[in-house]
């Protein structure tokens, strides 16, 4: 119950972030904020200081900043719709901003601890797509198709939402690289400097393997980490985490929109987030207060990255969708019809409650 908790209190944390980033922004701007709450539901406890109540709500999901004159008009000169446009699209944007910085804060953790992995290859499968395409031990792979590689999991993620499709590999390759297999042990960083690599194209395709379940190139990968040499290079590894979270999130969609996941199987709530964050935590503690960290860490830039993105959707209900109502007045010159944006807000809203209910239901019927 204890490790349940720790994840309740990660996933409340993620919330207050991505609420704080509204609430801020609309202080800034002049913005009144009638209520600031962590959680849903009935009030467990308030208090109220200056014009705005801070509350905590039952119900550990979620959150809100309510604004004065948010969705209907207010002569109140400290009303959201009263504001510029680019203030109101600061303080929408700012959840999601703010949620990208805080898995940014994430990642520098994990990048400190473990470093980052390089896409270097460890072994070709005989015979396999990338052994008949010439690829060697030792080779680093730097763009498949049109998509930058940065590290093995880049690999991975294209193979899984392009099955099958074929495969233009840029790659290098070090002089060294063709004198055989190279050792495990052997630091990326110490072969980058044996000799000046040379840029290569091979062509291939995936072929499905029965034992995997999936399209395979026939390679795999060392299992080195690379530490940042520098101030620079460890902020680029940071950012790259960041932007993988991105990709596997948009790339999620993308395959669940064609068919290729299941969404009873893929998409996951609030209470199996929880769930799973939980287990792992308690895992994590019994192999010491690094691998905890690091854990705690990972979750909170997979599941901040994931709320950033989600949340500029341009979905009705979401700050993706009130941006582009926005963005739409800003080229426009004038503000959509209130009424009409707020019934359009609330249908979204009905159907994301909707949907909300399905995913809960989906939840409890894997943990049961």
């Known amino acids: 119950m204890l490790y349940i908790l720790a994840g309740i209190l990660l996933f409340g944390v993620i919330v207050l972030v991505h609420e704080f980033g509204h609430f801020l922004l609309a202080k800034l701007n002049g913005i009144g904020v009638v209520e600031f709450s962590i959680g849903m539901g009935p009030r467990l406890c308030s208090f109220v200081r200056g014009d705005t109540r801070y509350s905590i ?5 979620g959150g809100s900043c309510m604004m004065v004159g948010e969705d209907a008009d207010n002569p109140d000169p400290t009303a959201f719709n009263n504001k510029s446009v680019w203030a109101r699209i600061s303080v929408i944007a700012a959840g999601p901003v703010f949620n990208l910085i805080l898995a940014l804060l994430c990642a520098m953790v994990i990048v400190a601890q473990v470093g980052h992995d390089l896409p270097v290859l460890y072994d070709i499968v005989e015979g ?8 060697l031990p030792g080779d ?3 763009r498949i198709n049109n998509r930058k590689i940065s590290s093995r999991r880049d690999v991975s993620l294209y193979l899984m939402a392009h099955p099958g499709e074929p495969l233009t590999i840029h790659y290098k390759r070090l002089p060294e690289t063709s004198q055989g297999l190279l050792s495990e042990e052997q630091e990326p960083e110490k072969q980058q400097t044996q000799g000046i690599a040379s840029e290569h194209v091979a062509e291939l395709v995936p072929e499905y393997s029965e034992e ?7 390679v795999s990968f060392m299992g080195n980490y690379k530490k940042a040499g520098n101030p620079l290079e460890f902020l680029n590894y940071s950012l790259y985490e960041v932007k993988y979270c991105i990709v596997t999130t948009i790339d999620g969609l993308g395959m669940l929109f064609r068919g290729q996941m299941k969404v009873e199987d893929s998409v996951t709530g609030p209470v199996g987030i929880v769930s799973m964050v939980g287990e792992t935590i308690e895992e994590g503690q019994k192999s010491g207060a690094a691998v905890l960290l690091n854990i705690i860490a990972t979750w909170g830039l997979l599941l901040s990255a994931t709320l950033g993105i989600m949340n500029l959707l341009p979905i009705p209900a979401l700050d993706g969708g009130r941006l582009l109502f926005l963005l739409i007045e800003l080229l426009r010159g004038r503000p959509v019809d209130p009424e009409k944006e707020g019934m359009v807000h609330a249908a979204g809203m009905a159907l994301l409650m909707m949907l909300m209910v399905l995913v809960l239901f989906n939840d409890i019927r894997k943990l049961m």
């Open 140 to 142: 680093e792979l730097i």
């Open 128 to 135: 396999s797509p990338a052994d008949r395409a010439g690829l």
């Open 57 to 61: 709500k039952c119900l550990p999901f």
């Open 212 to 218: 995997y379940q999936s399209y395979m190139m026939g």
